[in-house]
């Protein structure tokens, strides 16, 4: 019988993904079938090509990591969903009432603005979110802090589905994330916005600009801050790099929206630099974030 052997040969990094190689060989054993006749064993061959060594490489590294839900983070049995049938049910997406200009889900009593929006101009055009900000929190942090990059395939496929209609008819020449600071970036290891950035690419086939958008300052974290405060934590964080793709309608990205105070500081930095329409899209928005 015909066994094939595997040897390791090494294996390395490519960004966030570890790649393996095993080579392999068989016995020139010959065989005996059915009608008495000897015949040649087959000859295994693996790794034949790019489409080879990628295929092995992604179904060894599912053995050792399996897929996991992206919202609860348990282990899926499916071979396609990105999310558990329990999840699916009880995950919110932002409805049909939200802010006509920040795209955050209204409560009673507000009509057309949100309470922040009604009273403060901002320095974009229009804002949409996928989620709401409850329901989603724990799956957030584990993609911004806990290197669950993967997650970033769900929040895109979501993103299509409730905003696709409304992100094409923007027409927007690039994607830019809103960017991380050097100092946070090494030590995270990636930028958050640009990976969800990435896959609406794929989806959307709108360019991603991640390098014409740079945060000069290390700011603090904006969680538990005021509007006041947080905007003066922001002031000249931002600094636009300038290409030779001039722009005039762009979409930001970012994970959570609270109060528009980010998007305010990267979108007053875009229009100073010719940049007329920003719009703003995020994973998740929610109050008193």
């Not at 403060?120 to 799956?139: L, N, Q």
């Amino acid at each position: 019988m015909f066994v094939p052997t595997l040897k390791f040969a090494g294996c390395w990094r490519n960004g966030g993904t570890m790649k393996w190689i095993f080579m392999g060989k068989s016995s020139r054993k010959e065989t005996e079938n059915g009608n008495g006749k000897t015949r040649k064993a087959p000859q295994l061959v693996l790794m034949r090509g790019k489409r080879s060594l990628r295929c092995a490489a992604d179904q060894f590294w599912k053995l050792l990591y399996p897929a996991r839900c992206a919202v609860c983070d348990e282990v899926l049995s499916g071979k396609t969903s990105l999310i558990c049938p329990d999840c699916r049910g009880q995950i919110r997406t932002v409805g049909e009432r939200y802010c006509i200009t920040c795209g955050k889900p209204l409560h009673e009593g507000q009509d057309a603005y949100c309470f922040d929006c009604a009273s403060v101009k901002h320095c974009f055009t229009r804002g949409r979110s996928v989620f709401c900000y409850e329901d989603i929190r724990e799956s957030v942090y584990r993609f911004k802090y806990e290197g669950r990059q993967e997650y970033a395939s769900y929040y895109a496929e979501e993103a299509v589905r409730v905003l696709g209609e409304d992100i094409k008819s923007w027409h927007a020449q690039a994607l830019i994330p809103i960017p991380l600071h050097k100092d946070k970036l090494r030590k995270r290891g990636y930028n958050q916005a640009a990976l969800f950035a990435e896959e609406l690419s794929k989806r959307l086939g709108i360019p991603v600009l991640d390098k014409v958008l740079v945060r000069e300052r290390n700011t603090a974290p904006q969680k538990g801050l005021n509007r006041e405060e947080r905007q003066k934590n922001l002031k000249k964080a931002f600094k636009f790099v300038q290409n030779d793709v001039k722009l005039k309608t762009i979409i930001l990205i970012d994970d959570i929206y609270t109060t528009g105070s980010t998007a305010d500081a990267a979108g007053d930095v875009l229009r100073q630099s010719g940049i007329k329409n920003i719009y703003v899209v995020t994973l998740a928005s929610g109050n008193g974030i």
